[in-house]
């Protein structure tokens, strides 16, 4: 099974930090996710990465950034965190259509 | 943007019941997929389905995908206390590429023993 490992279970950040928050999956896939859930909204997408250095904005990209160095890591970065971004964020990686999810980052921003 | 609405949002219901969770779209899409995901964890895949007027069985759970490729529906029957968790239907759009896919808002099924 392919697993994917997000670097922090719970984040606890002050307005105005930069948080990096990391993606390591196993299984030599190209693509890579990086979610946001909050309640009654579902999963939304924040930016995407079919291969190294490469990505792309997803539906919600304002006040994030990426990076894709190496083809197993996938990080996100919020440059100057803001308290409407305490959220929960999933990454997840796939191939051939078959998606797996991390753990989740539950990250509070006070 | 391609929507996906999933009904209900909450559903609580005792053990031995049978259920129904719909996903619709006024989109069509070239695949849909269901996932359970439990409290602390990730969304974990349960089925995928391609052809519209597709049915799989996972045991318990029956899913089907309309003929059009717009809706789908999470039959469960005989509920047990295992099965509670997050339900959450994601289709990926005729347009799109790599496994992009839209998330409908969940469903929170609660099945008390």
């Known amino acids: 099974d392919v697993k994917v490992t997000q670097s922090s279970r719970y984040l606890v950040k002050r307005t105005g930090e930069k948080v990096f928050l990391e993606c390591v999956q196993d299984?030599?896939?190209?693509?890579m996710f990086w979610y946001r859930q909050d309640p009654g909204l579902g999963l939304r997408l924040i930016y995407f990465s079919y291969d190294v250095k490469m990505k792309e904005k997803g539906d919600i990209p304002e006040g994030y950034s990426v990076s894709r160095e190496k083809k197993e890591r996938f990080s996100l970065i919020l440059e100057s965190a803001s308290t409407n971004q305490t959220s929960m964020y999933l990454c997840?990686?796939?191939?051939?259509?078959?998606?797996?999810f991390g753990s989740g980052t539950q990250l509070s921003v006070l | 943007t391609q929507l996906l609405e999933q009904s209900p949002q909450f559903l609580s219901i005792q053990e031995g019941e049978n259920l129904t969770v719909y996903c619709n779209s006024s989109?069509?899409?070239?695949?849909l997929q269901w996932y359970r995901q439990e409290p602390g964890e990730g969304p974990v895949l349960l089925v995928t389905v391609v052809t519209g007027g597709e049915v799989k069985k996972l045991k318990r759970l029956t899913f089907q995908f309309g003929d059009a490729r717009k809706d789908s529906s999470l039959h469960i029957t005989a509920a047990q206390p295992g099965d509670t968790g997050l339900y959450l239907c994601a289709g990926e759009g005729e347009e799109t590429s790599g496994s992009r896919l839209t998330f409908g808002e969940g469903t929170q099924l609660t099945v008390n023993p």
């Open positions: 299984m030599d896939h190209e693509n």
């Open positions: 989109s069509v899409f070239s695949s």
């Open positions: 997840a990686s796939s191939l051939m259509g078959r998606k797996a």
